[in-house]
């Protein structure tokens, strides 16, 4: 009754005012969040166990494993009004059934159904005997599916049914929800289960973190988001919406009820990187600075004026190190934009404080090309480069000398971070991501960075730097727990590459279009690419492509760089390339990230179209440095295909990182783009970060608020949201 329902409401206020004000242990004991699944009817250890496998662990789980879109089974719609592409259900009278045999063996049942307004054929490619029995002429059916197009009518494959009897068949009352699921977990399971939940939902015992005040704090007066329904309500009408409620609407997330939750769940994504960001930020850090003369003395070293972007970036930087607190920046720039001189303004720094940094490059050759510059910039003795390929004595003797403090300036890939490298006195680290974001492996080298320097428990200053620009929502999601710097402005004088795409069966025109490059004193690339993992299959088609070039090309002087080469081998290629003695160079993608050379002016790609958007504009950018105009040529085997077309044209039309990113982002989804599909680090119940890119400012002042305020409220949320993925469980 009424009364009823206004006591459990004045009830649910009560006990959410106790438990914000924490004094309610006894209701935090029994909220959602502390009882098991096996609580529920209908779930055992076995089931328990299989739940796990959706995150599923407690009884608040169960609530906010989230349908991932609805069906409308609440009318039925008739045969001749049904639409291509739609979702129905329908019903009508089995007129002929038969099986049909297609090539291979491949065998269908079809059934001809109709009512009196239209008819359906119903296909199977899975059925058995009985099944055959049961749809026989005469057979009434219920069924549920999506109508495709068939050869002479529309075509339901593999529709649920039901054969209906006389006085059965209830139809839904609402929009049927559908699940996530896992092997040995149904919908039948998962909709029995959130039901006897939802059915005590009101008792108090999901506790709404979101504080109160937060959205009038956030939102104006009179908008719609403040009246988003309470977390009960949302909830509850997320699992069983209304009974008019609009299944177009919900399978876009717009309802106020999702928008509410799909808000509360960026808000706890944020709050777990801002917690991370706090953890490190209460750490002490080395304060550096940079005198004017001395910043002067190093700008009057370089063959080239600053851009003001790197200016700006650098003075950003210097203002981060020049506190006690340790720095936490990421310095985002296009391909060529100039990021290494800009680290290279930081090492100053720490050179004059005695202390050590350590650079990180995703690559071998990369880190090469680094050591190669600082060691222009500084001090040589005071660099050192260590990798992968350094072993035994030669290994042992560079571990000592950084154990001893005789070099400051360290370089390196991954290598840096073994645990056998210890440094004297490291106050800077420097990652140098390029397109390679890999979250984790920030995350990894997090804890690699909490030595304790100096003697005294200190926390190195950190500069992340990645070359493929972010869209503002995935930076917003990855790297929330970063500053944020943007090198928005290419060296003078730079030309835009110009880019086009041909097909391998215009091999003849490329191979003209070197020779006479070359032929005018310009130098060129040549990526192979393969498709499979394989390095070694990947190194002998670039052995091939060299010999075969080298035959076509008479008066070209060809060289050859891959990953299989050893180290020495590989760098006296690349400086003889860069000394002009070699006018074609021959490369796996090895070349993607660190050489350097101003007078190659033409780069080939073979089998463009089998690499990522950010991978080959990376690639492209190896071209374009110096003032010269620049070309880059996208081979591809035809046909093409669709998106595969899409891709190329993008890169044709513009030279924007930015837009590049933002396209691979719509094409390839954030998982594939930040790396992190396996991590489950990106993965999100109902918030979709490029669908929902509107909120960040919101969400970003909705997280600052509960830290300010109401710190008790972050892990619950965190927990709640993220459970095994947060990032503070890992680092
Ligand atoms: P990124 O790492 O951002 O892709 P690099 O640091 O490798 O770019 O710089 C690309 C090239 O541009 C290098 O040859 C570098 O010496 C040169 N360079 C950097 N800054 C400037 C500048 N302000 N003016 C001219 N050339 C520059
Ligand atoms: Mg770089």
Not at 224 to 251: E, F, G, Y
Not at 633 to 653: C, D, F, H, T, W
Request: net charge neutral; glycine share 6%.
């Amino acid at each position: 009754t009424t009364a009823d329902i206004s006591m459990k409401q004045a009830q649910v206020a009560g006990d959410a005012a106790k438990s914000a004000s924490q004094e309610a242990a006894q209701i935090a004991n029994e909220a959602f969040e502390y009882q098991s699944v096996q609580v529920l009817k209908g779930v055992g250890p076995a089931v328990a166990e299989k739940l796990k496998r959706l995150e599923i662990y407690n009884i608040q789980d169960v609530l906010f494993h989230l349908p991932m879109r609805y069906e409308d089974r609440t009318r039925v719609t008739p045969l001749g009004s049904l639409q291509l592409g739609q979702q129905a259900l329908i019903e009508g009278t089995i007129d002929h059934s038969e099986i049909k045999f297609a090539g291979r063996g491949r065998r269908s049942l079809l059934c001809y159904l109709s009512d009196n307004t239209g008819a359906v054929v119903l296909r199977f490619f899975h059925f058995n005997k009985a099944q055959q029995n049961n749809l026989s002429v005469g057979t009434r059916l219920r069924c549920f599916g999506e109508a495709r197009r068939g050869a002479t009518r529309l075509e339901i494959v593999h529709p649920e049914y039901q054969v209906l009897h006389a006085v059965d068949g209830v139809i839904e009352q609402s929009l049927t929800p559908i699940y996530p699921r896992t092997e040995g977990v149904h919908q039948t399971l998962l909709k029995k289960i959130s039901e006897q939940v939802l059915s005590t939902i009101n008792q108090g015992r999901l506790i709404d973190w979101l504080p109160r005040g937060l959205l009038e704090a956030i939102f104006d007066a009179g908008s719609k988001q403040r009246r988003w329904p309470d977390l009960v309500t949302a909830i509850s009408q997320v699992h069983r919406p209304d009974s008019d409620a609009d299944v177009d609407r919900l399978n876009e997330c717009s309802t106020l009820a999702q928008q509410r939750l799909l808000f509360e769940e960026l808000v706890a994504h944020q709050l777990s990187l801002l917690k991370v960001r706090m953890d490190i930020r209460k750490n002490r850090a080395l304060s550096l600075k940079v005198t004017a003369d001395e910043y002067a003395a190093f700008t009057s070293k370089l063959p080239f004026e600053l851009t003001h972007a790197q200016q700006r970036v650098i003075a950003e930087i210097y203002a981060d190190i020049s506190s006690p607190q340790p720095m936490l920046r990421l310095v985002q720039g296009d391909v060529g934009s100039g990021k290494t001189v800009v680290a290279a303004a930081a090492a100053i720094a720490v050179i004059n404080a005695g202390g050590q940094i350590a650079i990180m490059a995703p690559t071998e050759i990369l880190a090469e090309q680094h050591y190669v510059n600082f060691r222009q910039w500084f001090d040589e003795d005071a660099c050192a480069l260590l990798t992968g390929k350094d072993k035994g004595r030669k290994r042992e003797h560079k571990l000592a000398s950084i154990l001893a403090g005789e070099v400051h300036i360290i370089i390196g890939t991954h290598a840096l971070f073994q645990q056998d490298v210890h440094f004297e006195n490291l106050v800077l680290l420097v990652v140098d991501e390029q397109h390679r974001f890999g979250v984790h492996q920030r995350l990894a080298l997090r804890e690699k960075g909490q030595v304790s320097a100096g003697g005294e428990n200190r926390v190195p200053h950190q500069l992340i730097m990645t070359a493929t620009p972010i869209p503002r929502s995935l930076a917003m999601t990855a790297y929330a727990d970063l500053d944020y710097s943007v090198i928005d402005e290419l060296p003078a004088g730079r030309k835009p590459v110009t880019t086009v795409v041909v097909s391998t069966a215009r091999r003849d025109e490329v191979i003209q279009r070197i020779e006479s490059a070359c032929e005018k004193g310009e130098q060129a690339y040549w990526v192979c690419t393969l498709v499979e993992e394989s390095e070694v299959l990947q190194c002998q088609a670039a052995e091939v492509a060299a010999q075969q070039l080298g035959n076509e090309l008479e008066n070209v002087r060809v060289g050859l760089v891959h990953g299989r080469m050893k180290q020495q081998q590989k760098q006296q290629i690349v400086s003889r390339f860069k000394s002009r003695e070699i006018d074609l160079l021959v490369a796996t993608t090895v070349i993607e990230v660190g050489v350097d050379v101003p007078n190659a002016s033409l780069m080939v790609i073979e089998n463009a179209e089998r690499l990522g958007l950010a991978q080959l504009h990376q690639l492209r950018g190896r071209v374009g440095r110096g003032s010269k105009q620049s070309a880059c040529v996208l081979m591809y085997q035809a046909p093409l295909s669709e998106n595969g077309k899409q891709r190329m044209s993008i890169l044709r039309e513009t030279n924007d990182g930015f837009k590049v990113a933002e396209k691979d982002l719509e094409l390839r989804g954030p998982g594939e783009v930040l790396g992190t599909r396996q991590t489950g680090l990106m993965q999100m119940r109902i918030a979709d970060i490029v669908r929902d890119e509107c909120w960040f400012p919101d969400v970003k002042k909705a997280a600052r608020y509960i830290i300010r305020h109401h710190p008790q409220s972050v892990k619950p949320l965190v927990r709640r949201w993220l459970g095994k993925a947060d990032r503070f469980v890992n680092v």
